[in-house]
């Protein structure tokens, strides 16, 4: 299947999930998930899948056995390419539109350990630094989940504190509702932010491993 971008009607799809999260909802809009949001999403990581390698399209089930809420179905269609331990590339369809990222989304201990004395070292972090930099400049935000004290066995005054607070490191963009996520100008977007994502993701792996 050729890509052609997403259409306007699996964002129609998320809006309405959000309001009605139910299995009859579900049973009865199923062609509507399949059609519009499940096939171009696999259009689109299989397009570029020959750059940056073969994606996991996740599945639209939740898992509620230990969840609060037991709503059924997620309301939005990730998409993960991965390098490296829960690290690599992200798209995502939902009713607030289309995102990217990249970067990693969780650390084991011993991974994040190796990521921590790479970003404590003085070239090594240097060079995350410059990365992070480029992309905020680039219009991406970075984010991810963060300590709010000095983690142990770093001082409080290390120079790149902020950096070694980070838990998960992760760049995104997001496209919203521009008219171009409905067109195949979309596929070109995601490869462009990919590729200036690749410098954060090839980091992380070598550092994180």
Avoid at 17 to 25: A, H, I, P, W
Avoid at 37 to 47: C, F, H, I, M, Y
Avoid at 130 to 147: A, C, M, Q, V, Y
Avoid at 155 to 169: A, C, F, Q, S, Y
Wanted: charged share 30%; proline share 5%.
């Amino acid at each position: 299947m050729e890509f052609t971008g997403i259409p306007v009607a699996a964002l129609d799809f998320y809006d309405d999930l959000e309001v009605d999260n139910t299995r009859s909802f579900w049973e009865a809009h199923k062609s509507v998930y399949l059609e519009q949001v499940r096939a171009p999403v696999v259009a689109l990581t299989d397009a570029l899948a020959q750059e940056f390698g073969e994606a996991k399209v996740f599945r639209p089930y939740r898992d509620v056995r230990f969840a609060r809420d037991k709503t059924p179905y997620k309301t939005h269609q990730g998409a993960f390419v991965g390098v490296a331990p829960a690290t690599g590339w992200y798209v995502e369809v939902a009713a607030p539109g289309v995102r990217v990222g990249g970067g990693t989304y969780h650390a084991s201990g011993p991974q994040l350990a190796a990521i921590r004395q790479a970003m404590a070292d003085a070239r090594t972090g240097a060079v995350l630094e410059r990365i992070l930099r480029d992309l905020r400049t680039g219009g991406f935000e970075i984010g991810g989940e963060r300590l709010k004290t000095t983690p142990r066995g770093f001082e409080k005054d290390h120079p790149r504190i902020e950096l070694l607070r980070m838990r998960t490191v992760l760049g995104s963009k997001r496209y919203g509702f521009e008219p171009f996520v409905h067109t195949a100008e979309l596929l070109d977007r995601v490869r462009d932010d990919w590729r200036r994502l690749r410098p954060l993701v090839s980091w992380l792996a070598e550092h994180g491993s």
